[in-house]
């Protein structure tokens, strides 16, 4: 009988190897939307300046923390989050976003961002409970959880 190898929190390191290459995808893509974010906050014009400035500032704040807790996720599996911008770049699925300054193009390419963060994120989710990582799996269900709560919202502000 095989005897599996288990990391320092008991889980298969075979499987968490899986998962952290799934994470470390997740966390570059995560890094795009905040630079995406962060672009649409600085050049963000007309009159809906004030009101989406704000939201795009609380929205880029809270993808900065949540870049924290994937990455610490990845430390806590026993492996190395991705760091750099040629990592990020080389295996995303977001579009990086530039020179929008409309209110309504702007939230659209919010919900386009947050569409594939959730994509990424039903994947990872979908592949832990089959290796019962509950850590990640609660994890990733806080922020599927938070982005669906996002896109409704900013969905509500096309209509």
């Not at 492996?79 to 209110?103: C, D, R, W």
């Amino acid at each position: 009988m095989e005897t599996l190898k288990l990391n320092q929190i008991g889980l298969e390191i075979e499987q968490t190897a899986q998962t952290a290459e799934k994470l470390n995808r997740l966390l570059g893509n995560y890094q795009i939307f905040y630079n995406n974010v962060r672009g649409l906050h600085w050049n963000i014009k007309g009159i809906e300046f004030f009101t989406l400035h704000d939201k795009f500032e609380e929205l880029y704040n809270d993808t900065s923390i949540k870049i924290d807790e994937i990455a610490e996720r990845v430390l806590m599996l026993g492996f190395t989050p991705v760091h750099t911008l040629s990592a990020y770049l080389e295996n995303q699925n977001l579009k990086e976003v530039k020179n929008i300054t409309g209110g309504k193009q702007a939230i659209q390419s919010v919900l386009e961002g947050l569409r594939e963060l959730l994509i990424l994120q039903r994947d990872i989710l979908e592949s832990t409970n089959e290796t019962n990582d509950e850590g990640t799996n609660s994890l990733i269900g806080d922020h599927i959880r938070d982005s669906e709560a996002l896109v409704w919202m900013y969905s509500a502000a096309l209509r």
